[in-house]
Protein backbone atom coordinates (compact mmCIF):
# COMPACT_ATOMS: atom_id res chain seq x y z
CA UNK A 1 0.00 0.00 0.00
CA UNK A 2 2.86 2.06 0.51
CA UNK A 3 3.97 1.97 -2.71
CA UNK A 4 0.15 3.12 -4.18
CA UNK A 5 0.11 5.93 -1.98
CA UNK A 6 3.76 7.30 -3.13
CA UNK A 7 2.10 6.39 -6.83
CA UNK A 8 -1.08 8.62 -5.89
CA UNK A 9 0.29 11.09 -4.26
CA UNK A 10 2.83 11.59 -7.28
CA UNK A 11 -0.17 11.72 -10.05
CA UNK A 12 -1.97 14.11 -8.02
CA UNK A 13 -1.99 17.79 -9.35
CA UNK A 14 -0.84 20.55 -6.98
CA UNK A 15 -3.67 22.45 -7.30
CA UNK A 16 -4.29 22.06 -3.25
CA UNK A 17 -7.64 22.05 -2.26
CA UNK A 18 -10.87 20.68 -4.08
CA UNK A 19 -12.77 23.50 -4.35
CA UNK A 20 -9.96 25.56 -5.92
CA UNK A 21 -9.70 23.51 -8.28
CA UNK A 22 -12.29 25.19 -10.87
CA UNK A 23 -10.67 28.44 -10.71
CA UNK A 24 -7.17 26.97 -11.35
CA UNK A 25 -8.36 24.72 -14.07
CA UNK A 26 -9.96 28.43 -15.54
CA UNK A 27 -6.83 30.34 -14.69
CA UNK A 28 -4.94 27.79 -16.76
CA UNK A 29 -6.78 27.23 -19.64
CA UNK A 30 -6.80 31.27 -19.69
CA UNK A 31 -3.15 31.35 -19.39
CA UNK A 32 -2.87 28.53 -22.10
CA UNK A 33 -5.19 30.49 -24.58
CA UNK A 34 -2.93 33.70 -24.09
CA UNK A 35 -0.90 31.70 -25.66
CA UNK A 36 -2.38 30.46 -28.99
CA UNK A 37 -3.80 27.48 -29.95
CA UNK A 38 -0.81 25.03 -29.86
CA UNK A 39 -0.27 25.89 -26.13
CA UNK A 40 -4.01 24.99 -25.01
CA UNK A 41 -3.81 21.76 -26.94
CA UNK A 42 -0.70 21.33 -25.34
CA UNK A 43 -2.80 22.07 -21.99
CA UNK A 44 -5.37 19.77 -23.12
CA UNK A 45 -3.01 16.60 -23.74
CA UNK A 46 -1.61 17.33 -20.46
CA UNK A 47 -5.02 17.06 -18.59
CA UNK A 48 -6.19 13.85 -21.04
CA UNK A 49 -2.84 12.23 -20.02
CA UNK A 50 -3.20 13.19 -16.18
CA UNK A 51 -6.62 11.76 -16.70
CA UNK A 52 -4.83 8.11 -18.35
CA UNK A 53 -2.44 7.87 -16.06
CA UNK A 54 -4.82 8.13 -13.24
CA UNK A 55 -6.83 5.36 -15.15
CA UNK A 56 -4.21 3.60 -14.81
CA UNK A 57 -3.88 3.63 -10.65
CA UNK A 58 -7.56 2.67 -10.94
CA UNK A 59 -6.52 -0.50 -11.94
CA UNK A 60 -3.37 -0.91 -10.39
CA UNK A 61 -5.60 -0.15 -6.71
CA UNK A 62 -8.08 -2.64 -8.21
CA UNK A 63 -5.85 -5.43 -9.39
CA UNK A 64 -4.15 -5.19 -5.83
CA UNK A 65 -7.62 -5.03 -3.76
CA UNK A 66 -8.76 -8.90 -5.74
CA UNK A 67 -5.22 -10.53 -4.32
CA UNK A 68 -6.82 -9.80 -1.09
CA UNK A 69 -4.67 -8.71 1.95
CA UNK A 70 -3.44 -11.11 5.05
CA UNK A 71 -2.93 -10.68 8.33
CA UNK A 72 -4.85 -10.18 11.49
CA UNK A 73 -8.72 -9.45 11.11
CA UNK A 74 -7.50 -5.70 12.40
CA UNK A 75 -4.78 -5.31 9.79
CA UNK A 76 -6.87 -6.43 7.03
CA UNK A 77 -9.65 -4.08 8.23
CA UNK A 78 -7.00 -1.18 8.06
CA UNK A 79 -5.46 -2.09 4.51
CA UNK A 80 -8.81 -1.76 3.23
CA UNK A 81 -9.42 1.20 5.23
CA UNK A 82 -6.51 2.50 3.19
CA UNK A 83 -7.69 1.08 0.25
CA UNK A 84 -10.65 3.40 0.27
CA UNK A 85 -9.21 6.66 1.54
CA UNK A 86 -6.77 6.03 -1.97
CA UNK A 87 -9.70 5.64 -3.69
CA UNK A 88 -11.54 8.37 -2.59
CA UNK A 89 -9.19 11.03 -3.11
CA UNK A 90 -7.98 9.12 -6.87
CA UNK A 91 -11.75 9.35 -7.90
CA UNK A 92 -12.42 12.67 -7.11
CA UNK A 93 -9.71 14.29 -8.81
CA UNK A 94 -9.99 11.70 -12.10
CA UNK A 95 -13.31 12.43 -11.89
CA UNK A 96 -13.15 16.22 -12.34
CA UNK A 97 -10.51 16.05 -15.15
CA UNK A 98 -12.89 13.71 -17.04
CA UNK A 99 -15.79 16.68 -16.58
CA UNK A 100 -13.83 19.17 -17.25
CA UNK A 101 -12.21 17.50 -20.83
CA UNK A 102 -15.62 16.52 -21.59
CA UNK A 103 -16.47 20.36 -20.60
CA UNK A 104 -13.91 22.27 -22.75
CA UNK A 105 -13.29 18.92 -25.03
CA UNK A 106 -15.94 17.03 -26.00
CA UNK A 107 -14.59 13.79 -28.15
CA UNK A 108 -17.64 14.92 -30.21
CA UNK A 109 -18.50 18.32 -31.47
CA UNK A 110 -21.03 19.57 -29.94
CA UNK A 111 -22.37 19.96 -34.09
CA UNK A 112 -22.61 16.36 -33.84
CA UNK A 113 -24.67 15.54 -30.64
CA UNK A 114 -28.64 15.44 -30.88
CA UNK A 115 -30.69 18.69 -30.11
CA UNK A 116 -32.48 15.61 -27.93
CA UNK A 117 -29.52 15.34 -25.41
CA UNK A 118 -30.27 18.70 -23.90
CA UNK A 119 -33.18 18.96 -21.87
Do not use: N
Not at 3 to 18: F, H, P, T, V, Y
Not at 20 to 49: I, M, N, V
Not at 92 to 117: Q, W
Request: with cysteine; net charge neutral.
Amino acid sequence: LEKMRQLIADWQSEWGAESTWPKKFYEQLKYAQGRGRHATDAFFSQCEAHVEDGRRLLWLLRSMTRKGFRGMSHRVADSYEQVFDLLTSLLIELRFFEVKLDEYAPISPLSRISESRYY
